[in-house]
């Protein structure tokens, strides 16, 4: 029972202590990330540019680590496009926005520099359609487009990354 008085002492003392401190510590502007309603303002450009080309996509926004911050799956957009947009997004930043993967896809080609990395990660994608974002000159995220062609999926990318940012430093 003393025990039990201990430990509970212990584990309240420890929770004061976690909750005194101030996890936010700088906001994710401050840390040059993404935010979420940037990342939504980001799929709603890409969503009008790919309504008037007639597609149905599915658009994702990562952050620089490559984690998903926003999804939008269309009407009609093919069921692969899901995992493919996240992929295109996720393969940009995982690169640090250096490349796009319409950029890649020459670069992971038989022969080239890259070949074989789309194996790595858990299977990057290499088709057009992941763009980075950049803001003030530093990578804040990704885009990745999947549902039309891969020029298709390029345009749209890149109308959602204008309403952000730009696609280079
Ligand atoms: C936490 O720190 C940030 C950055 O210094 C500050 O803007 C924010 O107000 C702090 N929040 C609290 C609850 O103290
Ligand atoms: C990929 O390679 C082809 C053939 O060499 C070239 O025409 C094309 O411009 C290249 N694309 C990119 C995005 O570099």
Do not use: W
């Amino acid at each position: 029972m003393k025990l039990f008085a201990l430990l509970s002492a212990v584990a309240l003392a420890l929770s004061a202590t976690v909750s005194a401190q101030n996890t936010t510590c700088s906001t994710l502007a401050d840390r040059h990330i993404i935010n979420l309603a940037q990342a939504e303002q980001a799929i709603a450009a890409a969503q009008a540019q790919a309504a008037s080309i007639r597609v149905s996509a599915s658009i994702a926004v990562t952050d620089p680590s490559g984690f998903l911050v926003a999804f939008r799956r269309n009407d009609n957009a093919r069921l692969l496009s899901v995992d493919v947009s996240q992929r295109k997004a996720r393969t940009v930043s995982l690169f640090a926005g250096a490349f796009t993967t319409q950029v890649l896809f020459n670069l992971t080609q038989p022969g080239a520099a890259l070949y074989g990395i789309t194996e790595t990660n858990g299977g990057l994608v290499a088709l057009g359609g992941g763009v980075p974002i950049f803001r003030d000159g530093f990578f804040i995220g990704a885009i990745g487009v999947s549902g039309g062609t891969s020029d298709q999926d390029v345009v749209i990318a890149n109308a959602g990354v204008q309403a952000v940012g730009s696609v280079r430093a």
